[in-house]
T-cell receptor, first 114, second 113 residues
Framework: GAGVSQSPRYKVAKRGQDVALRCDPI?????LFWYQQALGQGPEFLTY????????KSGLPSDRFFAERPEGSVSTLKIQRTQQEDSAVYLC????????????FGDGTRLSIL | AQTVTQSQPEMSVQEAETVTLSCTYD???????LFWYKQPPSRQMILVIR??????QNATENRFSVNFQKAAKSFSLKISDSQLGDAAMYFC??????????FGGGTRLMVKP
């Protein structure tokens, strides 16, 4: 079956530009997560949705980061006025529901800010 | 806040041999889950094995098993009969309240033919 799909796979942007990263979760998965993975480090939590509700955005590093999931399926992570420190791999994961359902990850988007 | 520590940045194992990756964590919770994820160069995080904190029996999945020591807050991964395809980054992760995962810094596993 189809897994979590993320696009684009690679994104290069100039400092100051806005970018949008897309995540298409596994069909029927209620929960959706975004993580940021800096080079050589483990992923760090950014935000969490249950259906269309954003229940936790405590990991978003600044108000330049914004995530949405308007219809409870596809999610978009937007970064405004990008800076070099935003360069990282952005991973999306989905799970069937709450509790301790395992999270299934996409291949990530590698974002490079020049 | 919960923290997860992987003290081995790199490990190396001979093909067909056994290797153990270490992980320690810090939490005040009594109910939680622990996971090991594998991340090959393709970047996709693949779930290897998971352990429920209230279960004393160590989880096993084919060649992968864990040694879960709750009192010591230790959660190591043992890979038996190592294969070339096991070469990857391995991340230990913690989850409580069914929400976000907290990851360690990772261990790069190299498998020598």
């Amino acid at each position: 079956g189809a897994g979590v799909s993320q696009s684009p796979r690679y994104k290069v942007a100039k400092r100051g530009q806005d970018v949008a990263l897309r995540c298409d979760p596994i069909s029927g998965h209620v929960s959706l997560f975004w993580y940021q993975q800096a080079l050589g480090q483990g992923p760090e939590f950014l935000t969490y949705f249950q259906n269309e509700a954003q229940l936790d955005k405590s990991g978003l590093p600044s108000d330049r980061f914004f995530a949405e999931r308007p219809e409870g399926s596809v999610s978009t992570l937007k970064i405004q006025r990008t800076q070099q420190e935003d360069s990282a791999v952005y991973l999306c994961a989905s799970s069937l529901g709450g509790g301790y359902q395992p999270q299934h990850f996409g291949d990530g988007t590698r974002l490079s800010i020049l | 806040a919960q923290t997860v520590t992987q003290s081995q940045p790199e490990m190396s194992v001979q093909e067909a041999e056994t290797v153990t990756l270490s992980c320690t964590y810090d939490t005040s919770e009594s109910d939680y889950y622990l996971f090991w994820y594998k991340q090959p160069p393709s970047r996709q995080m693949i779930l290897v094995i998971r352990q429920e904190a209230y279960k004393q029996q160590n989880a096993t999945e084919n060649r992968f098993s864990v040694n879960f020591q709750k009192a010591a807050k230790s959660f190591s991964l043992k890979i038996s009969d190592s294969q070339l395809g096991d070469a990857a980054m391995y991340f230990c992760a913690y989850n409580n309240a069914g929400n976000m995962l907290t990851f360690g810094g990772g261990t790069r596993l190299m498998v020598k033919p």
